[in-house]
């Protein structure tokens, strides 16, 4: 299946788990955090909206998540299943999870963060997101998840 033939489906928080499993799929390192129940149903609480693709048999392969910072404030997370990882999936869901978010959600500002050494960073550039600077470099913040650079979405409709 092309990966812009997979239909992308609103994920509310009575798929948790599904998300959990995905997330875990990932196991933690220096560049990537994956989100635990806890913190998703705090997310959900607080706003978060979803969107995933699942495959032939109703698993969800992948999902971008948006959380609710403050009022039309979004930061992003993204998570494509390892097996299906390479061939464009991470694009494709992240270009459609925002049109569909900003068609819903109209004039909302997103960034998302991420590991200086983390290659996701330049399929993010591809996408429209802009990192931070200090002058020329990237502007790297320390957090307790350790270094961690900014990027804000510059193609939003407002
Ligand atoms: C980041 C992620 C969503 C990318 O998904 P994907 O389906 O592999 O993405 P695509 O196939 O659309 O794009 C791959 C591109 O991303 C980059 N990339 C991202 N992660 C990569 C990795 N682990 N190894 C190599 N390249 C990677 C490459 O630059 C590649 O670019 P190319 O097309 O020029 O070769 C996926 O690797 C993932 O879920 N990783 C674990 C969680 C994570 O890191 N989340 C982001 C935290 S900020």
Redesign the pocket.
């Known amino acids: 299946m092309r990966t812009e033939d997979f239909k992308l489906i609103k994920l509310k928080h009575d798929r948790i788990d599904d998300l959990v499993d995905l997330e875990n799929c ?1 196991m933690k390192t220096d ?2 955090f994956p989100l635990t129940k806890d913190e998703l149903t705090r997310l959900y609480e607080e706003g978060y909206v979803s969107y995933g693709f699942e495959n032939e048999d109703s698993v969800l392969i ?1 999902k971008v998540g948006f959380s609710k910072i403050e009022d039309k404030n979004y930061e992003l ?4 299943h390892p097996d ?9 869901i992240i270009k459609q999870s925002i049109d569909k978010f900003l068609s819903e959600n109209p004039g909302s500002d997103i960034f ?4 200086p050494d ?3 960073l ?2 993010y550039e591809r996408l429209g997101f802009e990192a931070i600077k200090d002058d020329e470099d990237y502007k790297i913040n320390q957090t307790k998840n350790g270094p961690r650079i900014t990027m804000d979405y510059k193609k939003t409709n407002k």
């Open positions: 990932s560049t990537t992948s997370d993204v998570c494509v299906y990882r390479g061939g464009g999936m991470g694009h494709e998302l963060t991420v590991h983390n290659p996701a330049r399929l």
